[in-house]
């Protein structure tokens, strides 16, 4: 079976099965795009999973899972996997658990010490990279990276070039820090700034905030973990919003059988 095969037939098993309704009062994402967020982080998961040469999902971390917004889609997506549900908020967290039967694994600060007792086949991370520095976010792709399997993929969310368009009808920032982002973005291809306290909540104070980053900053940052292949990055593929790009392991320059390493 071919991995257009593996993937069309769980995407079939997927478009049959009914995704859960069940919604936390807690959670702040709710809106009338949920749904089609979620179907719309299947969709890019799917396309780097036929890209990718693992043809069994076993084990799937969501980080941060949130209140399971794609969470519910992935398990109808992988039916027979085991789950992790991520995240700062504990509250968060328990829903996943106690809703969806995920492990709940309440996440650190410092992403770089939270330490994980498996590997993945699957890492989703949506809406994480969109938030933090230029340091953090490659610091924290490399330290999420040593969690695959030696086949596993990692997908992931960025605000790319679509997003300084979308600001001007949706500001993610203070107009003034909007212009700190602006000034780094130009300058270098990534842009950051922190939120004040009063615009967002402060589970990473001095180090949550608002960044853009051009495809051509991520993929270079990426070329820079050692032991994983870029598998993908899509403009917009988000919910027509934020970019997606996925890695995976084995390594770009795995060698062919015989070759010298």
């Known amino acids: 079976m ?43 998961i799917a396309l780097a999973w036929q890209a990718s040469s693992n043809d069994r999902i076993s084990r799937v971390l969501d980080l941060p899972c949130g209140h399971g917004r794609v969470l519910r889609h992935l398990l109808r997506l992988f039916p027979d996997a085991h789950f992790d549900a991520c995240d700062l908020d504990e509250e968060g967290v328990a829903f996943c658990a106690n809703t969806f039967g995920a492990r709940p694994l309440l996440s650190k600060a410092d992403l770089t010490t939270m330490h994980f007792d498996t590997s993945y086949d699957l890492i989703w991370v949506g809406s994480l990279f969109t938030h933090i520095s230029r340091d953090l976010a490659r610091t ?5 990276a040593n969690y695959l399997s030696p086949r596993g993929m990692l997908v992931g969310t960025t ?63 990426i070329e820079q973990i050692p032991g994983i292949r870029l598998l993908m990055y899509r403009e917009r593929a988000w ?3 934020q970019d997606v790009f996925a890695i995976c392991k084995p390594a770009f320059n795995d060698p062919w059988p015989g070759m010298p390493a």
């Open 140 to 144: 924290w792709l490399s330290h999420l």
């Open 2 to 44: 071919t991995m257009f095969d593996v993937v069309a037939q769980a995407i079939a098993g997927y478009r049959s099965a009914e995704v859960s309704r069940t919604i936390s009062p807690s959670d702040t994402m709710y809106n009338q795009w949920y749904y089609e967020i979620g179907e719309s982080a299947v969709d890019n």
């Open 239 to 241: 919910s027509d919003h």
């Open 159 to 221: 605000h790319g070039r679509w997003c300084e368009h979308v600001y001007k009808v949706h500001p993610y920032i203070s107009p003034e820090g909007w212009r700190v982002v602006l000034n780094g973005y130009k300058s270098s291809g990534y842009g950051y700034c922190d939120y004040h306290p009063e615009e967002s909540h402060t589970y990473l104070r001095g180090s949550y905030g608002i960044s853009l980053a051009m495809p051509h900053a991520t993929v270079a940052d």
